[in-house]
């Protein structure tokens, strides 16, 4: 016999969500890489995050465009580390760097963001002996500034590989100091003198005091600035140097102040840079090839400054300062030598392959997590959960009886679905999930049971007015629907809200939260008011002790016999 119209329509509910569940799953298991494995953030299966924070020269807010930009090429750094599984994302005005794995010097190499410049060296000091200068425009003993000619006999650089630290073969080589890369501290000199300055008013305030003094084209300024700064301390210019004017700066190792001219080529102008070994010499060398601009650019300086140094200034620190031995270089190309490793030369490659940084940044946040701890902690979350739920279905067991199978059930297929659904965004969108996800995904299991309340209360309310369990389930889907669908709106809202207004991981928390809240509408809908209204045309389910309500029934009768009782009278 087939089923009446009544009993189809429950079916057709929950079958459309078994082939809602089966498209999840096939996308899952036979489309992109096939993993069944959602991403995990970095707080579960180890890593490095960095926030940066960008800082404009005003202290305004930064442009859009600049931000995608400097996404952009710090993607291409990525890239060009080999660092697998990392991301970069934009995050309001912050760009945050994730790096999956143990090794989080990594993550803090990709912050260094340059905005980097080629100027001219006019003098240099060692920083142990900065309060000793020597007079405007002459070189202190034993500076590697300007080096004398080349014995008559030196030979010249090999045709077809001009240099800059040294000559690719013959002669003597003068290379410039180590350039071992320190990443520079970040934020503020100090704390706000000022009050009633806001932050953002102090640090444009020290970034405009700092121009003033280490940017002056006074040559007493110059001296001065030379003499006094501290290249242990964090510099408020870093990044925001204005190329049109001298600069005063420190090697990134620290050994070295630097008076430098204008710019004479930005960053920008670098084509594509490499590393290799040098084998006559036995070193690690840095090559470089400028695009048109800067090619021309390029040889008018190395004519100009032949035996003199040249310093690549990246985010107001100089990298490397070498010596041009052979010029005017021409055809765009030359080499930087020095006292490399294989990876530092490769580091440097990569910083100037991919050019200056539209924005200056500041590491605002840094966290890393190793894997054993991000193990720990996804157990944990795990754990949690699997608790939460077994509370919420022993809950519903002793006060539903066997209704609390219906509310386990329908927490499972919900479990189902979000699994699945991570597992695709991960994929899709590159969501990862951390433990505020978690947490997101464990409230909403109270939120799924609350719907599962209100549901079941709103047929006991039936059930008192006289009704039996039949005719009650549907009258109380009814009723209970609109509660349910409020509620959730309202959860929606919230979540929404939290996660445009938030940053970092609580977003994953308002995320996971909206996402579950709205599962939660397609499972009550799809499972768990189609499988209570099969039940209640069950003479199994209709039994008081099967599905609890025998005490509602007998307030029912006791309601309607004093009822009859009072009618009478």
């Avoid at 700064?229 to 964090?234: A, G, H, I, R």
């Avoid at 408020?236 to 620290?254: E, F, R």
């Avoid at 006292?339 to 910083?351: I, P, Q, V, Y």
Wanted: aromatic share 6%; proline share 7%.
């Amino acid at each position: 016999m087939p089923p009446s119209q009544g009993s189809a329509h429950p079916l057709r509910l929950l079958g459309v969500y078994a082939a809602l569940l089966a498209v999840i799953y096939a996308l899952v298991f036979f489309t992109g890489d096939k993993s069944s494995t959602p991403r995990l953030g970095i707080d579960l299966q180890g890593g490095t995050r960095v926030t940066l924070t960008a800082r404009t020269p005003d202290g305004g807010k930064p442009n859009q465009d600049s931000l995608k930009k400097a996404q952009d090429i710090i993607e291409n750094r990525v890239n060009g580390l080999g660092v697998a599984g990392s991301e970069v994302v934009i995050d309001g005005d912050n760009l945050v760097i994730t790096v999956p794995g143990d090794d989080g010097q990594q993550a803090r190499a990709l912050a260094t963001t340059a905005k980097l410049y080629i100027r001219p060296v006019l003098n240099a000091v060692p920083a142990a002996q900065r309060g000793q200068q020597p007079a405007p425009g002459a070189t202190p003993p034993g500076a590697p500034g300007e080096v004398p000619p080349a014995p008559p006999g030196a030979a010249p650089p090999a045709a077809g590989e001009p240099s800059v630290g040294a000559p690719a073969s013959g002669g003597e080589t003068v290379d410039p100091v180590p350039q071992q890369r320190v990443f520079p501290a970040q934020g503020p000199t100090q704390p706000p003198a000022d009050p009633n300055l806001t932050p953002q008013e102090q640090a444009t305030k020290d970034i405009q005091d700092a121009k003033t003094i280490r940017q002056s084209a006074d040559p007493t300024i110059q001296q001065a600035a030379m003499a006094t700064l501290d290249c242990t301390k964090p510099d408020p210019l870093q990044g925001n140097d204005d190329p049109n004017l001298p600069l005063v700066a420190c090697s990134t190792d620290g050994q070295e102040i630097l008076l430098l001219d204008k710019s004479r080529i930005d960053g920008q102008e670098i084509k594509s840079a490499s590393s290799g070994m040098n084998t006559q010499q036995a070193r690690h060398e840095v090559y470089l090839e400028f695009k048109s601009g800067g090619s021309d650019a390029w040889a008018q300086l190395t004519g100009e400054y032949v035996y003199k140094r040249v310093a690549f200034v990246l985010d107001t620190k100089v990298v490397s300062a070498p010596t041009v031995q052979q010029g005017p270089q021409q055809g765009g190309r030359t080499q930087i030598s020095g006292n490399f490793t294989a990876a530092s030369a490769k580091e440097l490659a990569n910083t100037l392959k991919y050019g200056s940084l539209p924005l200056s940044f500041q590491t605002s946040e840094a966290e890393t997590v190793s894997a054993t701890l991000g193990l720990s902690s996804l157990k944990a979350g795990l754990l949690a959960g699997a608790i939460g739920l077994a509370v919420v279905l022993l809950y519903c067991l002793a006060y539903y009886r066997m209704l609390g199978f219906v509310t386990g059930f329908s927490l499972v297929t919900s479990g189902l679905a979000v699994y699945g659904i991570m597992v695709l965004l991960g994929r899709w969108i590159g969501f990862t999930l951390d433990l505020a996800g978690i947490a997101g995904l464990i409230i909403g299991i109270g939120m799924t049971a609350d719907s599962f309340v209100v549901f079941f209360e709103r047929i006991k309310d039936e059930m008192r007015e006289g009704r039996s369990f039949r005719s009650a389930a549907p009258r109380g889907w009814q009723r209970a629907r609109r509660t349910i669908l409020s509620g959730n709106a309202v959860s929606f809202i919230a979540a929404a809200v939290l996660y445009i207004l938030a940053v970092g991981q609580v977003k994953g928390f308002a995320f996971t939260l909206g996402l579950t809240t709205i599962l939660d509408v397609v499972v009550v809908f799809l499972v768990t008011s189609p499988l209570v209204l099969l039940a209640s045309r069950t003479n199994y389910w209709a039994k008081p002790s099967v599905n609890g309500l025998g005490a509602i029934q007998q307030v029912a009768r006791e309601r309607k016999a004093a009822e009859a009782a009072l009618g009478k009278a």
